[in-house]
């Protein structure tokens, strides 16, 4: 009964769901409940695309590591003595045992990486550099055994990785994206991370997203947000592979009407909020020296874990940080409950597509085309 309803919405009128994505309707809730669409989209989308990953700070200098791990790949990024960054899949040629062991600090300095198992020993570069035995083995030739690579950029201090060996340049997906987040106010080379927060959220990550890409919702569920910023005179625009909020904060007579409001001074005077494909925001807002980082990690197909990063500017104090930080947790609580929700509603059966508000949701267009074109890519 519940597949009847569904089957029925206008949206399936629409030839393909290509051309219903297009008319504006949205994925089929399917797409978000079903564990083999969400084993799908890690090889198609999470295998070939740059993936946030960490901060150049945790890798200080030459013979610095640390672990990290995109889907259900274990990786360790490096900094070899010359300086150079690498990332490897962290798994010894041996015999496959993780090189960096889970209950190991996850970044440390050391000039080699050995495993645990049988010691073989790994330069920073990925080299194999000793293997216990080998000069026993008369045809073992210690160049064939590197650690796999995988690419490794870097946007400022922002450290990406990408599982697919033949990607293209980080900045050829960046684009325009730096340079509109500096002018909006985010000097990244001169910010420090400050604090982090993670959340669990039982929904699937395209609605994080979907809900991170409008703010359509924010007069209704955002009182805060909306006291600081006029989503009356808010703009989004789509580029190839991120798009871009911006709302101007309201006038200081209306902002220090309420008393709650984090106390946004300083020559910023628009909040910048700018989603890159597929799961990571850059936002700035109103005030001074603020970025706040989002890294959308899908868990499984209902649970997708937020990783919130706070970087400042060290003229920033302690009490501005704090406020502002009081600020953004209001917010993201608020975007949790209505996240849960949806995923809620989607698992009803009786929700197949929605309709996109377009001159308020273009950006969920945008991305969802994005997701449909990277599932369906070379049929
Ligand atoms: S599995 Fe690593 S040395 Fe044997
Ligand atoms: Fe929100």
Same mark, same amino acid.
């Given at each position: 009964m519940a597949t009847t309803r569904a089957r029925t919405?206008?949206?399936?009128?629409?030839?393909t769901l290509d051309d219903s994505l297009r008319q504006g309707y949205t994925l089929p809730a399917e797409w978000y409940t079903d564990a083999a669409r969400f084993r799908d989209e890690r090889a198609r989308i999470f295998r070939h695309t740059w993936q946030f990953v960490g901060y150049s700070d945790q890798l200080p200098e030459g013979g610095s590591y640390m672990s990290a791990r995109v889907g259900d790949t274990p990786l360790v990024i490096t900094r070899d003595q010359a300086g150079a960054l690498h990332a490897f899949?962290?798994?010894?040629?041996?015999?496959?045992?993780?090189?960096?062991?889970?209950?190991?600090?996850?970044c440390g300095q050391s000039k080699t990486l050995q495993c +645990?198992?049988? +010691?073989?020993t790994y330069n920073?570069? $990925?080299?194999?550099r000793a293997a216990p035995g +080998?000069?026993?083995?008369?045809?073992?030739?210690?160049?064939?055994?590197?650690l796999f690579a995988v690419p490794v950029d870097t946007w400022g201090p922002l450290i990406f990785i990408n599982?697919?060996?033949?990607?293209?340049?980080l900045a050829e997906t960046l684009g325009a994206l730096p340079e509109l987040a500096r002018a909006a106010g985010a000097p990244l080379a001169t910010m420090r991370r400050r604090a982090s927060h993670t959340y669990d959220i039982g929904a699937n990550w395209k609605v994080v997203v979907d809900n991170y890409?409008?703010?359509?919702?924010c007069p209704v569920a955002h009182k805060g947000f909306t006291s600081l910023i006029d989503t009356s005179e808010y703009t989004v625009q789509e580029y190839d592979w991120f798009s871009v909020q911006v709302g101007a904060m309201k006038s200081s007579a209306q902002v220090e009407?309420?008393?709650?409001?984090?106390?946004?001074?300083?020559?910023?005077a628009s909040g910048f909020y700018a989603w890159l494909w597929p799961n990571f925001t850059l936002n700035v807002y109103p005030g001074h020296g603020n970025v706040s980082i989002n890294h959308f990690i899908p868990a499984t197909v209902d649970h997708t874990l937020v990783i919130k990063d706070y970087l400042f500017m060290d003229t920033v104090e302690a009490d501005e940080e704090a406020d502002f930080i009081r600020f953004i947790e209001q917010v993201q609580v608020e975007d949790v409950a209505l996240c849960e929700s949806v995923q809620r509603g989607l698992a009803? $059966?009786?929700?197949d597509q929605g309709r996109l508000m377009l001159c308020q949701e273009s950006a969920l267009r945008h991305f969802q085309r994005l997701v449909y074109e990277a599932i369906h890519a070379g049929e």
């Open positions: 919405s206008k949206a399936r009128t629409a030839e899949v962290n798994v010894c040629r041996h015999r496959g045992s993780e090189l960096v062991a889970q209950g190991q600090p996850e +645990a198992y049988h +010691a073989w920073l570069d $990925g080299t194999l +080998a000069k026993d083995e008369p045809d073992f030739d210690l160049r064939d055994y590197s599982l697919d060996p033949h990607a293209a340049p890409l409008e703010c359509y919702h009407a309420n008393p709650n409001l984090y106390a946004a001074r300083g020559e910023i009803t $059966g009786y929700f």
